[in-house]
């Protein structure tokens, strides 16, 4: 486990940091209104963020998933919803840019779109019926008729966060010519584009500002453009871009514990009971309950660098897909003691609104859920270590 942090990732970190101190003053806000922080959105176009995994040579900032983590980490103490949205831009960013078979007509537009135009791109291959768990993400309903000049689409997506605030929005669908199960077209389509609408359904327990609607899509018109890549196994795209796509979610969720450790520790010496003279640091159960928090954390933080630094460094290896799923589980399982941990040591104090504590234990109990969710997770630990081929596996459904 032998790798370094470089001074130009420990730039970004400073940078993620700054921007995390403002987006705080508004977090408890969002939350509570489940609204869409779109001054957080504008500050990280200001700082140069929308272009962060854009290469070098095609104008970007050319940062990998390591330093990424790093700015994540922080951008998530200052408020995890948008941490957890924007990040949806990077994990459609990231694998157009980086897998080789992606056409290079979409890599220049999507550069330009990014780059030059400093647009902002929603991803969303979720539909109401799709499981994480089933793995059913390579087989959507929603439809595309490619026609003359563009493509006609018909379906209706879910979890599409940050939609409100977009340009654009990358959406899977799969295309009507092909019978392949797998095939697949990843479809840049406009906010404005016609028979685009947004149902507002997002009223949830946590990560409330995503504002991860439902989107209608209605004989909704793309361009030719707009077709940035079809493929007849998008299931290989996505395992492809499973740094992006998948792992880059997970530093957002362990700032999410690290801002429950500071925050607790910040109450646990400062409170001091009547009738005593040292503040409740000093109890012995809550010091054995602060020393878990930080071994989980430590723990979470190396394993999600060191898997990061393995994509950084090794690409897609099946070494890399079993780091990834290891430190996805990890972080969800960590980051939900520590925020039940730290609502506990909260005491009664922690459960209002107004507690810092009773939001990040909300957000963070969706930390197993976010895809790749814990069991999937598990499972595909369980492939790898074992060596087995996923074509030999039988399906864990009956298939239709």
Not at 159 to 178: K, T, W
Request: hydrophobic content about 40%; glycine content about 8%.
């Amino acid at each position: 486990m032998d790798f370094q942090i470089t001074a130009e990732a420990e730039e970004l970190r400073v940078r993620a940091r700054r921007l995390a101190d403002d987006f705080a003053a508004r977090a408890a806000m969002h939350d509570r209104e489940a609204s869409s922080p779109l001054e957080n959105y504008a500050a990280l176009r200001r700082e140069g963020f929308y272009e962060l995994n854009v290469p070098k040579d095609r104008g970007g900032a050319g940062f990998g998933l390591l330093p990424w983590s790093l700015a994540a980490e922080e951008l998530a103490q200052g408020c995890p919803a948008t941490a957890l949205a924007f990040n949806m831009h990077l994990s459609i960013v990231g694998p157009l840019m980086e897998i080789s078979d992606v056409p290079e007509a979409t890599k220049r537009y999507i550069a330009d779109v990014v780059v030059k135009e400093r647009k902002l791109i929603a991803g969303n291959f979720s539909e109401p019926q799709t499981s994480g768990l089933a793995a059913s993400h390579g087989i959507p309903s929603t439809r595309a008729r490619h026609v003359q000049g563009g493509y006609r689409v018909n379906g209706k997506k879910s979890f599409a966060s940050m939609i409100e605030a977009s340009d654009y929005c990358a959406m899977l669908a799969r295309p009507e010519e092909s019978d392949v199960p797998t095939a697949g077209i990843l479809l840049l389509v406009p906010s404005d584009a016609p028979g685009r609408r947004i149902e507002h359904v997002w009223d949830t327990l946590g990560m409330r500002a995503t504002r991860s609607q439902n989107v209608v899509l209605e004989d909704c018109w793309v361009s030719e453009e707009g077709g940035l890549y079809t493929t007849e196994d998008f299931p290989s795209f996505i395992r492809n871009g499973a740094n992006w796509l998948w792992a880059s979610y997970t530093p957002v969720y362990l700032g999410v514990g690290l801002a429950a450790y500071k925050e607790v520790t910040r109450v646990l010496k400062q409170r001091i009971p009547p009738g005593y003279v040292q503040p409740l640091a000093y109890h012995p159960d809550v010091r054995r309950r602060v020393a878990e928090m930080s071994v989980d954390l430590e723990a979470a933080r190396l394993m999600t660098y060191y898997s990061a630094w393995l994509s950084d460094t090794e690409g897609p290896t099946q070494t890399t897909l079993a780091a990834m799923f290891r430190a996805k589980y990890f972080v969800g399982e960590a980051v939900t003691r520590i925020t039940r941990a730290g609502l506990t040591l909260g005491g009664a104090h922690a459960i209002f609104k107004t507690s810092p504590l009773e939001r990040l234990f909300r957000d963070g109990a969706t930390a197993p859920i976010q895809f790749p969710p814990a069991d999937f997770c598990l499972g595909a630990v369980g492939v790898l270590a074992l060596g087995l081929d996923m074509a030999d596996l039988l399906p864990p459904l009956k298939r239709s």
